[in-house]
Nanobody, 117 residues
Framework: QVQLVESGGGLVQAGGSLRLSCAASGSISSINSMGWYRQAPGKQRELVGT???????NYADSVKGRFSISRNNTKNTVYLQMNSLRPEDTAVYYCNAYIYGSMMAYWGQGTQVTVSS
């Protein structure tokens, strides 16, 4: 079992920045990949980006060059740094952990990000 707790959401003006955190606990050593997803009202949940165990990252085209994912293995925490935020980035952001062997995915409770124009 893996538990994920997100923090850091809030209200920010367009052009501003926010950093989200995702603290993992439980069977951390079994996690292969962690990522961030988001879901805007009336839309499907979509991938924002992922980070592998070795630190390789992957981003959705819509956030490339503006968002970055990093991890602190000592703190078992993954971060999503969001810069140059746009109103269309408004969504609930979810942290995800994936275990390849069991094909299990774990989710955090989500944190709201609102970008005003």
């Amino acid at each position: 079992q893996v538990q994920l707790v997100e923090s850091g959401g809030g209200l920010v003006q367009a052009g501003g920045s926010l950093r989200l955190s995702c603290a993992a606990s439980g069977s951390i050593s079994s996690i292969n990949s962690m990522g961030w997803y988001r879901q805007a009202p009336g839309k499907q949940r979509e991938l924002v980006g992922t980070i592998g165990r070795a630190g390789s990252t992957n981003y959705a085209d819509s956030v490339k060059g503006r968002f970055s994912i990093s991890r602190n293995n000592t703190k078992n925490t993954v971060y999503l740094q969001m810069n140059s935020l746009r109103p269309e980035d408004t969504a609930v952001y979810y942290c995800n952990a994936y275990i390849y062997g069991s094909m299990m995915a774990y989710w955090g409770q989500g944190t709201q990000v609102t970008v005003s124009s």
